[in-house]
């Protein structure tokens, strides 16, 4: 069982009160989960998944290979079969490594379509990403300490529905959003049509879309803000990048260990006994 909480003194409260209802020890801070590495630090928490990365590299025997700057695929189509269950492994091992890697979710989504008769350039592409992954197996995520952290979010399409969930989930944690939730878009065209309820022929079929969005705006849930193409954060997610706008996202998803200063709340884990 997992226990967290920004009071030392909260935790050991609870930890009392179960304790006189359940057989349960104390293993004390988390440092290992579900093959998550997790660092717990007076500003935040380092999450990564750097052990279970090194295994997937030498379950490939690409442990020694040399390391690449970024993922690339390839419009060629192989003609040559490769052994689907090798594939389908490697895929499942990437997909597993998006917990902690975003970016990396699109070249594992898209890899994932072919893994029913995945061909020898899929396979290749499939190995760059272990490629690059032994350059970067450092990188995670870094949760900051924020004590007046405000829900955003960067979109390439409607995300109200999104939004007001997260709200609530928040909302059933003590921590309500009080401002509107900015929805970051790089479409201006998009955004004047959610704001905006005149019928265009041309945009029919997405009313029902945006009469939500309008909707939730105006329950002041979301609020849409333009945002400069070159900075849609989203777009890492869900298309191909040239090297240098890659890495130039990738940097605001993810961060290497060395260059992180992190830990945000406490993390316990305790081994809990329940009676037959």
């Not at 995670?140 to 924020?146: D, E, P, R, T």
């Not at 998009?190 to 945009?203: D, E, K, L, S």
């Not at 989203?234 to 040239?242: E, P, V």
């Not at 240098?244 to 316990?268: A, D, I, M, P, T």
Request: charged fraction near 25%; proline fraction near 1%.
């Amino acid at each position: 069982m997992l226990v967290t909480g920004s009071s030392t003194e909260l935790i050991k409260d609870f930890k009392l009160q179960m304790q006189m209802e359940f057989e349960m020890s104390d293993l004390g801070l988390m440092t290992y989960f579900l093959g998550m590495e997790i660092e717990q630090f007076n500003s935040g928490i380092f999450v990564s998944q750097r052990k279970y990365a090194i295994d997937v590299l030498k379950r490939f025997n690409l442990d020694q290979c040399k390391a690449v700057a970024n993922v690339k695929l390839s419009k060629e189509n192989g003609d040559s079969i490769v052994d689907v269950t090798s594939y389908r492994s490697l895929i499942g091992s990437l997909l597993y490594l998006t917990a902690t890697r975003p970016d990396l979710i699109f070249t594992a989504s898209l890899l994932f379509r072919f893994t029913n008769s995945p061909s020898n350039s899929h396979s290749m592409a499939a190995k760059r990403v272990l490629k690059y992954l032994k350059g970067t197996s450092d990188y995670s995520v870094l949760y900051l300490k924020n004590e007046n952290a405000k829900l955003e979010g960067y979109v390439d399409s409607a995300a109200s529905n999104q939004a007001i969930w997260l709200r609530r989930l928040l909302a059933d944690f003590g921590k309500d959003q009080s401002e509107a939730t900015f929805l970051w878009c790089d479409n201006k065209s998009a955004i004047a049509i959610a704001n905006n309820p005149v019928q265009h022929g041309r945009t029919k079929h997405s009313l029902v879309k945006f009469h939500a969005i309008r909707e939730a705006e105006r329950n002041h849930e979301v609020k849409l803000v333009h945002c400069k193409s070159e900075q849609q954060v989203a777009d890492i997610l869900t298309k191909g990048l040239s090297r240098g706008r890659f890495e130039y996202l990738r940097n605001k998803l993810v961060v290497s260990k060395k260059n992180s200063q992190g830990g945000v709340l406490e993390l316990r884990v305790f081994l809990m006994k329940v009676p037959e």
